[in-house]
């Protein structure tokens, strides 16, 4: 079993930035793909972005230019950085792993994000 487990949600300010951080543990020698995704109220769990074992990323178009994936595979991390955020950006942030032994993949409990004056 894997277990990712996310960080650094919270209430943000339109225009601000926010770190979100999400650390997998537990049987993790064959992560290939991280990602987040998010769920706003009433609406379906969307992909915002994801990285490859190789780097490779890919955005939704909504975030690009805004929001930066990144991964440190030694610590099994993978950080979303939340730039120039908006309201509409307001969801509950989810990590995502895939493993490519199992083939399948692990999701996390959730972190609210929310972005409001």
């Known amino acids: 079993q894997v277990q990712p487990v996310e960080s650094g949600g919270g209430l943000v300010q339109p225009g601000g930035l926010l770190r979100l951080s999400c650390v997998a543990s537990?049987?993790?020698?064959?992560?290939?793909?991280m990602g987040w995704y998010r769920q706003a109220p009433g609406k379906q769990r969307e992909l915002v972005a994801r990285?490859?074992?190789?780097?490779?990323?890919n955005y939704a178009d909504s975030v690009k230019g805004r929001f930066t994936i990144s991964r440190d595979s030694a610590k099994n991390t993978v950080y979303l950085d939340l730039n120039n955020v908006r309201p509409e950006d307001t969801a509950v942030y989810y990590c995502n792993v895939f493993l490519s032994a199992w083939g399948r993949d692990f999701w996390g409990q959730g972190t609210q994000v929310t972005v409001s004056s």
């Open positions: 990285v490859g074992s190789g780097g490779t990323t």
């Open positions: 537990g049987s993790t020698f064959s992560i290939s793909l």
